[in-house]
C-alpha cells in the first residue's frame, strides 16, 4: 500500500523568509503523481504544485519549489518569501497512474510569523 | 467562474436519522470524490465516480452510499449517522486521474 508521511506536524517561518516541508512517501509504481494543496483555517483547499514522476526537473509555481528526490522517495516543498497569506495546513499527497486514488499525509500546519 | 459547490455548509442531525449532502460542479469533470476530514486530519477518500463507474474504498463503512444521478451532481448520503462520522465532508473533481482535484468549501457535518 502506498503511504505519505510527513514528519513536521507543525512549522513555522518568519515573513519574507524561507522554509522547507518535508515529505516521504513509499510506492512499488513507477508512473505516479505528487502533489501538495494548502487548506488555509476554514477555507478551500486548493492546489499548491504538482509533480510528474517520469519528470526529473523539479515543478516551480512562483514562491513554491521542490526538491523532487525519486530514489529517495522524497517530495520536500520549499516556500520563498514567505507572506502571511501563506499560514495554512500543507497536505502532501500521492496518486499512482489514473487509478484516481490519491493518498494524503498527514500535514503541516505552517504559521508565518509578522 | 468554474466550480465545485456543496450544500449545505453546515449540516446539523439527530443521532440515527438520515442525512444528505450535495455536491455540484461547473467544471464537467468525469471524477468525483467524497472525502471524511475529521478536525487537523488528512481528508479519507471514501469513494469516487468515474463517470457513471461507482469506486468505493474497502474501509468505507457500508453507512456511507453515494449517488450521481448526472455529470453535475453527486450526492453523500449517510443512512444512520453515529457520533463518530460528525467531519468536514469534502467533495472533489478532477478530469482525470493524475490531475489536479478541484474541492468545494466542504459541508461540516454535526450529530446531536
Not at chain 2, 466550480?3 to 440515527?16: A, E, H, K, L, S
Not at chain 2, 468536514?88 to 446531536?112: E, K, V
Request: net charge neutral.
Amino acid at each position: 500500500a502506498q503511504t505519505v508521511t510527513q514528519s513536521q506536524p507543525e512549522m513555522s517561518v518568519q515573513e519574507a523568509e524561507t522554509v522547507t516541508l518535508s515529505c516521504t512517501y513509499d510506492t512499488s509504481e513507477s508512473d505516479y503523481y505528487l502533489f501538495w494543496y494548502k487548506q488555509p483555517p476554514s477555507r478551500q483547499m486548493i492546489l499548491v504544485i504538482r509533480q510528474e514522476a517520469y519528470k526529473q526537473q523539479n515543478a516551480t509555481e512562483n514562491r513554491f519549489s521542490v526538491n523532487f528526490q525519486k530514489a529517495a522517495k522524497s517530495f520536500s516543498l520549499k516556500i520563498s518569501d514567505s507572506q502571511l497569506g501563506d499560514a495554512a495546513m500543507y497536505f502532501c499527497a500521492y496518486e499512482a497512474g489514473d487509478n484516481n486514488d490519491m493518498r494524503f499525509g498527514a500535514g503541516t500546519r505552517l504559521t508565518v510569523k509578522p | 467562474d468554474a466550480m465545485v459547490i456543496q450544500n449545505p455548509r453546515y449540516q446539523v442531525t439527530q443521532f440515527g436519522k438520515p442525512v444528505t449532502l450535495s455536491c455540484s460542479q461547473t467544471l464537467n469533470h468525469n471524477v468525483m470524490y467524497w472525502y471524511q476530514q475529521k478536525s487537523s486530519q488528512a481528508p479519507k477518500l471514501l469513494f469516487h465516480y468515474y463517470d457513471k463507474d461507482f469506486n468505493n474504498e474497502a474501509d468505507t463503512p457500508d453507512n456511507f452510499q453515494s449517488r450521481r444521478p448526472n455529470t453535475s451532481f453527486c450526492f453523500l448520503d449517510i443512512r444512520s449517522p453515529g457520533l463518530g462520522d460528525a467531519a468536514m465532508y469534502l467533495c472533489a473533481t478532477s478530469g482525470q486521474g493524475g490531475q489536479p482535484q478541484h474541492f468545494g468549501d466542504g459541508t461540516r457535518l454535526s450529530i446531536l
